[in-house]
């Protein structure tokens, strides 16, 4: 069982930055490819950003691309977002997870953790 725990969300002016980092339980971590999700109140969960289990593809939503980047050291078990430029409709709450079938897909599966939120002020 992976457990997952995200940090470094806060509350930030637009175009200001953020590194969100997730760490997560277990041995397996190396062996999955990850993503970060995102979401915002009254909106449904969105895919934001995956990496390969090696780091070695990435891919993000088109609202992202450019600004944000995904990374992960195995190492330490943990996956990295970081985030530049940041905009209003960037506030939600961000969670990482496994992904299953990257690249072809960028569904996400297992347990949630409790996220961390991010505020993005106009």
């Known amino acids: 069982q992976v457990q997952l725990v995200e940090s470094g969300g806060g509350l930030v002016q637009a175009g200001g930055s953020l590194r969100l980092s997730c760490a997560a339980s277990g041995r397996t971590f190396s062996s999955y490819a990850m993503g970060w999700f995102r979401q915002a109140p009254g909106k449904e969960r969105e895919f934001v950003a995956a990496?390969?289990?090696?780091?070695?593809?990435?891919k993000y939503a088109e609202s992202v691309k450019g600004r944000f980047t995904i990374s992960r050291d195995n190492a330490k078990n943990t996956v990295y977002l970081k985030m530049n430029s940041l905009k209003p409709e960037d506030t939600a709450v961000y969670y990482c997870?496994?992904?299953?079938?990257?690249?072809?897909?960028?569904?996400?599966?297992?347990?949630w953790g409790q996220g961390t939120q991010v505020t993005v002020s106009s």
């Open positions: 997870n496994r992904i299953l079938l990257f690249p072809a897909a960028t569904q996400p599966f297992g347990s």
């Open positions: 990496i390969s289990w090696s780091g070695s593809t990435t």
